[in-house]
């Protein structure tokens, strides 16, 4: 089952936390299961995603679909644009169509190494 997660950091790391919370500890044969696939959005520029960092790092096509400077500069503003100067939904599809191949994250692991404050 693909998860399509679209959002800012903070709302990826809130939507993977209640996962290793509520699926990962008590339901491990749910992991095999579900593929969340993060499409970075939000006002904060996308640099400061380090997931989306990450995923554009290892996998050219997701690069080149999320951190390119257009979706950078589209994504980073305060105010909308009153045109859209892409085809955002187009660009989230096709990267939902495309997405056979998966890369492993330690999730659960990096969510246990994480110091978070409540």
Aim: charge should be positive; proline fraction near 8%; charged fraction near 15%.
């Amino acid at each position: 089952v693909k998860v399509v997660a679209v959002g800012g950091a903070g709302y990826h790391s809130t939507l993977l936390r209640c996962f290793v919370r509520h699926l990962g500890a008590k339901s491990p044969e749910w992991l095999g299961y579900l593929r969340f696939l993060l499409v970075p959005l939000g006002t904060a520029p996308v640099g400061t995603h380090p997931v989306a960092q990450y995923l554009g790092s290892v996998d050219g096509r997701y690069g080149a679909a999320f951190l390119d400077p257009p979706w950078r500069e589209l994504f980073g503003r305060s105010e909308p644009p009153h045109t859209e100067p892409f085809n955002v939904v187009g660009r989230i599809l096709a990267y939902v169509a495309g997405a056979g191949a998966t890369h492993l994250l330690p999730v659960a692991e990096a969510m246990l190494t994480c110091k978070h404050k409540l």
